[in-house]
């Protein structure tokens, strides 16, 4: 027997709206007001999801179970596989020594903290969050904007405000790429009108987060970096996510972020150099004397290069993956001709991109427009 879901289970639009977010919003009050630890409120909100699910949308129970599963799964393997690796290379880096020269690479550039925190936090953090997503680039931008001399808990909120730019896109597009496999709705439209509305916000949230530590006038004595950072992102997250795909948008303008606002400052400068005062626990950057940037011992190209080449290799294999001929193929979608058409893409979609049938819920929910198809 197929079931069907009902928009309006109760007869009422705005009940039904209320009881359909109550998973989230228990989850959400018991992280947030409750204190509860992230697995304890996640079950809860399961648990609120599974009921909501069968008592109220009438949702068979069996099938409940199932779908449960299958969202556990879809965590665990294209999203988790996804932050482990990340996480590795990470630990590679520091364990290799090639972490703290990133750091000393990207700090030679200036001793100001307002650029440090557009080239860590902004752009370096967009291809973070591009390559792994879900928490992985705010932890490593803070780690870095903290060893770079930024109380722990201003790095931690810049890396925050840093994040909302890119977040849309994380993870190679997962965001968009499950939203347009839930609702059966088209991909690349609902990347494209993300595309069109978010490059506003990109090239807000630089000037938020450089006022957010330094107020106004810090921010306004910085504005060409500023928007040198912000527009170049926004550009290339607008171009990506219309004329490509979402997997690739947060990689590429975080890598043509991070390289235009370099290039940019070699040179320019600002007139003074903003830092927090070492040793405080809070408050805001101030100017100091901007000899500090002559005490940073320089290193040679060769080292930079060693340190971020674990990265470039990173991009290189996130760019190919993400191009649509490319990654159809390795889905097993690829246009083939002659005898390959018939052992190439079943190969492919085996080995690579497995399906299978999940028990009890394969081909028993139907979905219902608008809001799916």
Known sequence: MIWTHSYDPLSAPVLSTLVAVLPLLSLLGLLA????????????????????????????????????????????FPIGWIIVTAMFLYQLSVEAGALEIMKRSVTQLSADHRMQALLIAFSFGAFLEGAAGFGAPVAISA???????????????????ANTAPVAFGALGTPIITLAKVTGLDEQAISAMAGRQLPFFSLLVPAW?????????????????????????????????????????DVVGGIASLVTLAVFLKFWQPRECWRYEAGTAGGRAQPHAAADSRRIRR????????AWMPWAFLSLAVFCWGLPPVKATLEGRGAWSGAAAATVPTLARSLLAPEFPVPRLDGRVAKVPPATR
Not at 35 to 44: E, L, R, V
Not at 143 to 161: R, V
């Open 209 to 249: 987060m450089v006022a957010t530590m330094a107020g106004w006038r810090g921010l306004v004595a910085v504005w060409p970096a500023v928007l040198v950072c912000g527009l170049s992102f926004a550009t290339v997250q607008f171009v990506m996510a219309n004329f490509v795909g979402p997997a690739l948008v």
């Open 143 to 161: 780690a870095l904007l903290a060893g770079a001399g930024f109380p722990a808990l201003e790095a931690a909120c810049l890396a925050l405000i």
């Open 33 to 76: 007001v409750a204190g509860w630890s992230a697995p304890a409120a996640a079950g809860m909100g399961l648990a609120m999801a599974l009921l909501v699910a069968t008592a109220v949308f009438g949702m068979p129970a069996d099938a409940a179970g199932a779908a449960a599963l299958h969202g556990a799964a879809f965590g665990l």
């Open 299 to 306: 290193l040679s190209p060769r080292t930079v290069v060693w």
